[in-house]
């Protein structure tokens, strides 16, 4: 009758000789330090690292096939844009005088998808096509040869890929006109009036 | 009997047929110049021609879009044959070139479309432009004037109108009758 409560975990020799919560402890306590290095090991790369995305280059980049998909990057002081396999072509930042975002909305799966989506019967392919697009961001960007002549550039980039290319482009000192930061914040875009 | 059944299914795979290939000549359905003029007839001379940058005029339109007009008629009127040279907007060799034209497109009508809205509903998300197109002497004399369209009624992105209006302009010149660059004084008379 005369017993003691003992809980289950406690031996005669104290908390010493329970290996499996110190090794739960340190355990956790090493995965935090991991965690806290990682973090501070990847904040400067974040800021030393150039812009690199994978893009479509619709049309424009000079030396560049047109839908071709491959990578926009900075280097040093030049736009890069290389398609898988090929020589990179690029253009000087300095030349390029004007940088504008918009957004587009764009179906999916080319050709093939839009031959399957007619072939649907009773209208199933225009169900289909309500789900089948994608929202992408446009970068376009209006640059300069050798000659003065004016060339236009657009690419095509994921959803949220555009920002970051646009505040190094404009840290590089890329001019900005007042328009582009209105075009960001809406897909219509607007552009100023030229009047030659 | 046996007619009857056999005109039963001729029908629906005439239908189908007609489903089938009506898409693949949509993209076809750009409409092209509003006016026209006589065929013309390249002389032995040929002009050069210097693209400007499009005038988006009062009409908001995307940056993009100028951008894509701009390069895209670069690319087809070079690919006319009609004229020597075809320069970009502010290109410093021009000052050597005597016998230039200068090409100024001012946008007239935008509507923005969907491409998705074309494809569920096929009648409505089009994307349509509409500029004017005028081919100046370096003096500013206007010898060419032109309404053209370029459309995207079902298939293809909305940038695709701008590849449609390009051709559609570099189709409209080529078919226009530009005078003698010899004989550039009597330049009015083509208008």
């Known amino acids: 009758m005369n017993r003691r409560v003992v809980p289950a975990e406690h031996t005669p020799h104290g908390y010493i000789l329970m ?13 935090c330090a991991v965690g806290a290095l990682a973090q501070n090991a990847g904040e400067p790369t974040n800021v030393t690292t150039p812009f ?51 957004e587009q909305s764009k179906q999916v799966g080319g050709l093939p998808m839009t ?27 209006e640059y300069v040869d050798a000659n003065g002549g004016v060339h236009g550039a657009i690419f095509q980039l994921n959803k949220g890929q555009e920002v970051p290319l646009r505040n190094e482009l404009v840290a590089k000192g890329v001019s900005v006109s007042p328009s582009e930061d209105a075009a960001t914040k809406q897909s219509t875009a607007e552009v100023p009036n030229e009047n030659k | 009997m046996k007619t009857s059944k056999r005109g039963s299914w001729i029908l629906p795979a005439m239908a189908f ?25 390249s002389g032995a001379v040929q002009w050069s021609v210097q693209v400007d940058k499009v005038n988006s005029g009062d009409v908001d339109i ?17 690919k006319t044959k009609r004229f020597q040279q075809v320069f970009r ?3 410093r060799t021009t000052n050597a070139v005597p016998n230039l034209l200068i ?55 909305n940038l695709r109108a701008t590849h449609n209006l390009a051709r559609n302009v570099a189709k409209t010149i080529k078919q226009s009758a530009l005078p003698d660059p010899s004989l550039s004084g009597a330049a009015q008379g083509a208008q």
């Open chain 1, 19 to 31: 290996p499996h919560r110190i090794w739960a402890y340190l355990i956790l306590l090493i995965g």
């Open chain 1, 52 to 102: 690199s995305a994978h893009v479509t280059h619709l049309m424009g980049f000079e030396g560049a096939p047109n839908n071709a998909g491959g990578t926009l990057s900075i280097e040093g002081d030049a736009l890069q844009f290389q398609k898988s396999g090929k020589p990179a072509v690029e253009v000087s930042i300095a030349s390029v005088q004007h940088v504008f975002l918009g």
């Open chain 1, 115 to 141: 031959l399957s989506k007619t072939a649907t019967p009773f209208g199933g392919g225009r169900v289909v096509s309500l789900f089948a697009h994608k929202k992408y961001d446009t970068l376009t960007l």
């Open chain 2, 62 to 78: 995307e940056p993009a879009f100028q951008i894509a007009i701009y390069e895209n008629l670069v690319d087809e009127l070079g």
């Open chain 2, 89 to 91: 907007d502010s290109d």
């Open chain 2, 103 to 157: 090409l100024k497109t001012t946008v007239q009508k935008y509507t923005a479309g969907s491409e998705t809205r074309r494809a569920v509903t096929t009648v409505s998300g089009a994307t349509k432009l509409t500029v004017r197109s005028q081919l100046c002497t370096r003096e500013g004399q206007v010898i060419l004037e032109r309404t053209v369209d370029g459309n995207v009624r079902f298939l293809g992105s």
């Open chain 2, 17 to 41: 047929v007609t489903i089938i290939l009506a898409p693949s000549r949509l993209p076809a359905q750009t409409t092209t110049a509003k006016s026209s003029s006589g065929n013309g007839a």
